[in-house]
């Protein structure tokens, strides 16, 4: 199986992209929420959806006036005074309405008939359709751009991307804002509220209530939450969180629009006694959870706050800007745009290193193949919460333009990139609120992966940013403090390790979270052996 997998995939360079798509199954809806790339493939499931919702309300509303037609034709009977029954046409007319008239109309068809036709549109879609790991995973996306970016719940409620507290403008301004409903709010409180996350839930149920209570009596189709649902949910966070006698207000505010319900009937003579007893109230602030046990967030969170591309005065400088050829015959009629970002770790920018039409080239090549993206676990890989992409790996030999790319990459950075000195182009498609938390790229463990290439540990990396975005996205360097922008086209490129082979901790970096928009890059991963005599060992042990 594996030998046939890999015949056929060299073959895949001789295929053309839309020969390609044609072979491949429909793309699978889990973990639609990983990659904007499969939010807009959801988007044209709605689109679906909507022309079958419309044929609906297209013969529905057909339906309904033939309806009223007969409504109004026999209430003009009924209101007409010379209407009498002693007429027998009209007589005989009553006795046909009532025994065959009536009847057809109550038990008609039709409107069955209409019904059956949207539920078929809807299975037809259904298989593509986001499924509830997606809905989680959304909600998830929203409280980790609430906390990167010290967010406003109540301003992400009303389409705001104001930071809570602030004076300063919003870090995203959308074309269309868009608000969240009650029902919205509610379920990424009660998302968070599953995992005992009170933190979360308290700030995500109290704008669900407030949306509630000022729509109370009105009934969305589209619901699935209610006031007195939400007000539940809340009322056990603040009891959660040490705040009996608000939970003990809150449940009250539920019985009075439901008060047969026994549970919350219990639930307020134990807040009741607990306050009596005099039970501790805990009035502070509630500590925000850290799931990924992250130890560097407040440094990481502040450099994706912190506006890129502002080194410190001390580092000016040592920065600037030069046409570079490195050397290379392929460089030298069009030499590389090169800016220094950083000298400890060497951190350089490639401007204009790829073109729009070779980056959409990329990206269409890697779509189809793209896989939720994996992290390193010991010897093994899973998938995991602090990195939401998806990724795709391509040949030099898939097309001409990623030979071309290898080739320049080898020309700028001077690196021998033959097999197996350096592993496949990933390309990589962030997802909503995608991110990759603070991770070396490099080994740091003998057990690693990496190592069964039999070519040593990642000595560099060229990361790509083959899109823009609008809002976040940056990468963030966390022991050297600094940060990189995301510019379309550039390439990122930096050392993962020092002369002597040892790791070099300051390339500890990340990807921050997309506020907004669809971030795609490439990374080329260069491994040591091959390199000896490109990048030989310093006289000095220590470098």
């Known amino acids: 199986m594996r030998g046939w997998m890999r015949g056929w995939m060299r073959g895949l360079g001789a295929l053309g992209l839309g020969v390609l798509l044609a072979l491949l199954p429909a793309p699978a809806p ?22 079958r919702l419309r044929a609906y309300l297209r013969e529905e509303s057909a339906r309904l006036r033939r309806l009223a037609r007969f409504y109004e034709k026999v209430q003009a009977l009924h209101q007409d005074p010379k209407a009498s029954v002693d007429n027998p046409l009209l007589a005989f007319s009553l006795i046909k309405r009532l025994h065959s008239d009536w009847p057809n109309v109550i038990y008609s068809d039709e409107a069955t008939e209409n019904i059956q036709a949207l539920h078929a549109g809807f299975k037809e879609v259904e298989q593509e359709l986001p499924g509830a790991e997606d809905l989680d995973g959304a909600a998830r996306a ?52 599953d995992t005992g996350d009170y933190y979360h839930s308290i700030a995500w149920l109290e704008e669900a209530v407030g949306l509630f209570r000022l729509s109370y009596g009105n009934w969305n189709p589209e619901d699935r939450s209610s006031l007195e649902d939400a007000l539940d949910h809340l009322a056990f966070s603040y009891f959660m969180a040490g705040n009996i006698s608000h939970a003990l207000s809150l449940s009250r505010e539920f019985l009075h629009y439901d008060p047969s319900n026994q549970r ?17 109230v805990s009035t502070g602030p509630l500590r925000r959870p850290n799931g990924t046990h992250l130890q560097s967030r407040d440094a990481y969170e502040e450099l994706c706050q912190r506006p890129a591309g502002q080194p410190s005065p001390e580092h000016l400088p040592h920065l600037g800007c030069s046409y570079e050829t490195n050397g290379s015959p392929y460089l030298l009629l069009q030499p590389a745009k090169k800016e220094m970002v950083w000298i400890r770790p060497y951190v350089a920018l490639y401007h ?12 269409g090549l890697a779509g189809p193949w793209l896989q939720r993206s994996v992290v390193a676990s010991g010897e093994k890989q899973q998938k995991a919460e602090y990195r939401i992409s998806k990724s795709a790996w391509l040949k030099d030999t898939a097309d001409p333009v990623v030979r071309a790319l290898e080739q320049r990459i080898a020309a700028v950075t001077g690196l021998d990139l033959r097999p197996p000195y350096a592993e496949y182009l990933q390309v990589v498609n962030y997802g909503l609120g995608g991110h990759y938390e603070p991770h070396f790229d490099h080994a740091t463990s003998r057990k690693s992966p990496l190592y069964r290439m039999k070519s040593g540990n990642r000595i560099a990396t060229v990361m790509i940013y083959l899109s823009a975005v609008e809002a976040g996205g940056s990468t ?23 002369r002597n082979g040892d790791g070099d901790g300051d390339t500890l970096h990340a990807g921050c979270p997309v506020l907004a928009g669809d971030k795609w890059v490439a990374n080329k991963w260069i491994h040591e052996h091959g390199q000896e005599f490109r990048r030989p060992c310093s006289t000095d042990p220590r470098d």
């Open 30 to 51: 889990a973990e639609t929420y990983t990659a904007m790339l499969s939010v807009r493939r959801a988007l044209g499931s709605e689109a679906r959806l909507l022309r």
């Open 142 to 193: 929203l409280m980790r751009l609430q906390d990167v970016y010290a967010l406003s719940v109540k301003g992400m409620a009303n389409g705001v991307f104001q930071r809570a507290g602030a004076a300063r403008p919003p870090l995203y301004s959308p074309g269309r804002r868009v608000s969240l409903s009650a029902d919205d709010c509610f379920h990424v409180g009660k998302v968070a509220y």
């Open 264 to 280: 919350v009937v219990r639930n307020v003579a134990k807040y009741e006694k607990l306050l009596e007893m005099g039970t501790a």
């Open 476 to 498: 963030a360097f966390i022991y050297a403090n600094f940060s990189v922008p995301v510019v379309k086209n550039a390439a990122l490129f930096w050392w993962n390790l020092r």
């Open 352 to 363: 204009d290193f790829i073109s729009d039409a070779e980056a959409e080239t990329i990206k």
